[in-house]
């Protein structure tokens, strides 16, 4: 089994950053060549991924996170990262890792006008 703990999230005002981390544990010797995502959720609001990043290091990202916000990972350390700059209010959800079909609990991400 794999699990996949995030952390990171908060509250922060219009135009700040925050970076969140997910840090992958359990039987995880193939993480270098898995695809690792970030997913959000805003209330009342299906989920929806915001990026995306291959064991080789190829990154996608969601139109509306595109040059914002950076996917990044460190195959020593298990660790995957979103890097959130310019946050706008609807930024604001909770923020999931997934991977490895498995998701983390999630870390919620609050951004005040």
């Known amino acids: 089994q794999v699990q996949l703990v995030e952390s990171g999230g908060g509250l922060v005002q219009a135009g700040g950053s925050l970076s969140l981390s997910c840090v992958a544990s359990?039987?995880?010797?193939?993480?270098?060549?898995?695809?690792m995502r970030w997913h959000r959720q805003a209330a009342g609001k299906q989920r929806e991924v915001v990026a995306a990043?291959?064991?080789?290091?190829?990154?996608n990202y969601a139109d509306s996170v595109k040059g914002r916000f950076t996917i990044s990972r460190d195959n020593n350390r298990n660790t995957v990262y979103l890097q959130m700059h310019n946050l706008k209010p609807e930024d604001t959800a909770v923020y999931y890792c997934n991977g490895f079909a498995v998701w983390g609990q999630g870390t919620q991400v609050t951004v005040s006008s």
């Open positions: 359990g039987r995880i010797s193939l993480f270098s060549i898995n695809t």
């Open positions: 990043i291959t064991g080789g290091g190829n990154t």
